[in-house]
């Protein structure tokens, strides 16, 4: 059984080294090593708390033991290319349990969530050479809008902007987590969802 929760700012530190973890294991074939080696919690932090100043919220999920295994964060886009629509900020799911369905899961919370706010349209930033996100991306209905490039370190790396039009709620329509439209303007899922896989 997988618990999903709203993220809160004192699990932030947390977060933040799964993050650096999720990126080391993800990343470690096509981003330079000394970046990915040079990762630190107080740095990921930063950029967690940049983001939630820009709006951005998130969920958890944890194993029955409390453990960390997922993350799903979104908002308004800050993709100048998208305009106005939401984004999925971060997704990551703890490497044993990628391909269980957890990460379809998050997924469809954060895209029901931005839904609930008003967002008709959905975008994402992926790393270009990430081919296993980017499929999973594609295989979820996103198609690739834009490009552009981060520099890292000297270092630049392409990546793929990708959107989906999103199908709009009925002010009394109940999305598939379980929440209805009025309560998903919280922004967060308002209860503990429990999700079996
Ligand atoms: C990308 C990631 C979040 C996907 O999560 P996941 O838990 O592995 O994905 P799921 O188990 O939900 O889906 C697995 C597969 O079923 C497909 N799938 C599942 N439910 C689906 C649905 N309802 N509709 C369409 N496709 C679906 C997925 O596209 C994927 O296809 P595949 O079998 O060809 O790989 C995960 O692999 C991950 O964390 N990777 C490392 C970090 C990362 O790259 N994050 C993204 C950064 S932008």
Redesign the pocket.
């Known amino acids: 059984m997988t618990l999903i929760t709203p993220l809160l700012d004192e699990e932030i530190p947390e977060l933040a080294a799964f993050i650096n973890e999720?990126w080391r294991t993800?990343y470690g074939g096509f981003i330079h090593a000394s970046f990915l080696a040079g990762l630190t919690a107080a740095e990921q932090s930063m950029r967690l708390r940049g983001q939630r100043d820009r709006g951005q919220v998130g969920v958890l999920a944890r194993s029955d033991d409390g453990e960390l295994v997922g993350v799903v964060t979104y908002g308004p886009t800050h993709l100048e290319v998208l305009g106005d629509a939401g984004e999925i900020g971060k997704?990551?799911?703890h490497a044993p349990?990628?391909?269980?369905?957890?990460?379809?899961?998050l997924l469809t919370i954060a895209e029901d969530a931005l839904t609930a706010m008003g967002y008709s349209r959905i975008g994402?930033d992926?790393f270009t050479a990430?081919q296993?996100?980017v499929?999973?991306y594609h295989?979820?209905g996103y198609v690739t809008v834009g490009r552009k490039i981060d520099h890292i370190e000297g270092h630049d790396y392409p990546l793929d902007i990708m959107a989906k039009d999103m199908p709009s709620l009925g002010s009394t329509e109940t999305s598939s987590t379980g929440h209805t439209a009025r309560s998903q303007r919280l922004h967060v899922p308002d209860t503990v969802d429990v999700v079996a896989h």
């Open positions: 999720c993800t997704l990551y799911v349990l990628i391909g269980t369905g957890l990460g379809h899961r994402l992926v990430n296993r996100a499929d999973f295989a979820h």
